[in-house]
């Protein structure tokens, strides 16, 4: 999900997701490839033709899929791992994480301005009388709300954007899934993006995982060139969580100083 940042009252940092696990939930989703990754292959568009919308659960893509199913091998497949470890997927992640770095720096000023305020009206609410800390406080909600609009407005157009890239990539990708299934014996191929019980696969070993060989086949057919030797693929991350909202504090018994 590029975390563009996260603060509260005493720290304010920038920060990487720890996990590509929900970035494309509505890509693979736990998906049971299988005969439905088949049907996605037989329903891609030809080459300059324009794109349709995939119906891979259709019976009738479903049914002629099953009949080309020859094998009786069922391997494995991470498709989140293979969307972002392709050369395409390291390139267009990167180029959407600097695409947001403007976003991801406006968002830092106004949440560094709104935890200065908070830490003004911790520091001085015994002193201010009630108008003062009662404007200070409406100053504080109102620029808190602003910042939650545009840090889901970002949150929302970054996941979108995102989803684009994984999409496209997985359209590309889901034909070659297929041709190496089966020419290699398979007869059912199983998403392993998310453990279980989330996922549907509960242990496998490393021989039945096709993830690898199916990276390097898309890598062949797309052209993108590896990144730079010694340089370390950037994860997509989103939009942090808001800074957290100042304590409020019960009136001064006595009339407040100005």
Do not use: C, H
């Not at 279980?196 to 052209?223: K, L, M």
Request: net charge positive.
């Amino acid at each position: 999900m590029i975390e563009l940042m996260t603060s509260d009252a005493s720290t304010r940092k920038l920060t990487t997701s720890k996990s590509i696990a929900g970035k494309f939930a509505r890509l693979a989703a736990t998906v049971l490839f299988g005969f439905s990754v088949f049907a996605l292959a037989q329903a891609a568009p030809a080459a300059g033709s324009a794109p349709a919308a995939a119906a891979p659960d259709s019976p009738s893509t479903a049914a002629a899929a099953a009949a080309k199913a020859t094998g009786t091998k069922v391997g494995t497949i991470n498709i989140e791992q293979a969307i972002f470890l392709s050369n395409q997927g390291q390139r267009d992640f990167a180029e959407l994480s600097k695409k947001f770095e403007p976003k991801q720096n406006e968002l830092k000023t106004k949440s560094d301005e709104i935890d200065s305020l908070k830490k003004q009206l911790s520091a001085q609410q015994d002193k201010l009388n009630e108008v003062s800390r009662d404007k200070l406080v409406k100053d504080i909600e109102t620029k808190q709300k602003s910042f939650d609009r545009s840090t889901q407005d970002a949150q929302e157009d970054f996941q979108a954007q995102q989803g684009e890239i994984g999409n496209k990539i997985l359209t590309v990708m889901a034909p070659l899934i297929v041709k190496y299934a089966s020419d290699n014996g398979y007869g059912m191929i199983l998403d392993t993006s998310q453990q279980w019980p989330r996922g549907p696969v509960i242990w496998y070993g490393p021989a039945v995982d096709i993830t690898q060989p199916v990276i390097e086949a898309f890598n062949v057919q797309s052209g993108v060139p590896a990144p730079a030797a010694g340089s370390t693929p950037t994860k997509p991350v989103k939009p942090a969580a808001k800074p957290a909202a100042p304590a409020s504090k019960a009136p001064a018994a006595t009339p407040p100083k100005q």
